[in-house]
């Protein structure tokens, strides 16, 4: 065979072979009717199945609370759609990604516990900070001496400060919808099909690669009127 003719079709089948693109595979991380397959971590802030959506409600006198993932992902796409609680500025949530845990007791309770950390994109309820979408590290890091450090700026790795059309999509009390990708360094978020954040992370030293997914329950002090937050439609597919 032709040298030329040669390399044209083996060009060819790396084209149309399944190996040389991305392999796509959609995971069922919820099943619409039980908490199958997650896991609770950190505070007693409570989690229950209502009407095929995940309802997150707080609790008073304890830290942060997360439903964890039990599978790890690294690089994939998730989409989501959320409301929450819009009653005042105490209450807010997020969506973790290839975020961990370790042993910490509860500040608040004293009681054993377990700290989720990792990047987490924010689902903010501030009045002067509207900033859902936008990618805050939670928990910080223990370095080897169990110094917490703290990263980007007081935790925020890319605030919505600077980006006004993301700010505006923000709608609390309403269904908001979220969609997260995350490839290698690079991770991009969108609310409501508004970019949001667009965040590379250099770091060598802290980079996280692969972890858990988790939806939080921010803390709320000694209130007792609980706040909820809701999820649904939680779709996933990872990117080999």
Same mark, same amino acid.
């Given at each position: ?62 830290? /942060?609370?997360? !439903?964890?993932?039990?599978? &790890?992902? $690294? ?5 989501? *759609?959320? #409301?929450?609680?819009? +009653? ?56 080897? /001496?169990?110094? !917490?450090?703290?990263?980007? &700026?007081? $935790? ?5 400060? *600077?980006? #006004?059309?993301?700010? +505006? ?72």
């Amino acid at each position: 065979m032709h040298m030329h003719l040669r390399t044209a079709i083996v060009g060819l089948i790396l084209m149309v072979s399944p190996t040389a693109v991305f392999a796509d595979q959609k995971v069922e991380l919820f099943n619409g009717k039980d908490l199958t397959g997650w896991t609770k971590r950190g505070g007693n802030g409570s989690y229950r199945v209502e009407d095929g959506e995940i309802v997150g409600q707080s609790a008073p006198n304890t830290t /942060n609370t997360f !439903l964890c993932s039990d599978k &790890e992902f $690294g690089d994939f796409e998730m989409e989501l *759609d959320f #409301k929450i609680d819009p +009653k005042d500025n105490i209450f807010n949530s997020g969506v973790q990604i290839r975020s961990h845990s370790r042993p910490e007791k509860d500040k608040k309770s004293q009681k054993e516990s377990e700290r989720v950390f990792g990047y987490q994109v924010e689902i903010d309820t501030k009045a002067d900070r509207p900033w859902t979408g936008g990618i805050y590290f939670e928990g910080g890091i223990k370095d080897k /001496n169990g110094k !917490l450090i703290m990263r980007g &700026e007081n $935790g925020w790795m890319f605030p919505l400060k *600077d980006n #006004k059309a993301a700010q +505006k999509e923000r709608h609390l009390g309403e269904w908001n919808h979220l969609k997260i990708v995350a490839k290698g360094r690079h991770i991009q978020t969108w609310l409501n099909g508004v970019p949001a954040a667009d965040l590379t992370d250099n770091d060598e030293k802290y980079f996280t690669p692969k972890g858990f997914l988790a939806l939080q329950v921010h803390a709320v002090g000694q209130l007792k009127d609980t706040r909820e937050v809701r999820f649904k439609n939680i779709k996933l597919t990872t990117l080999d």
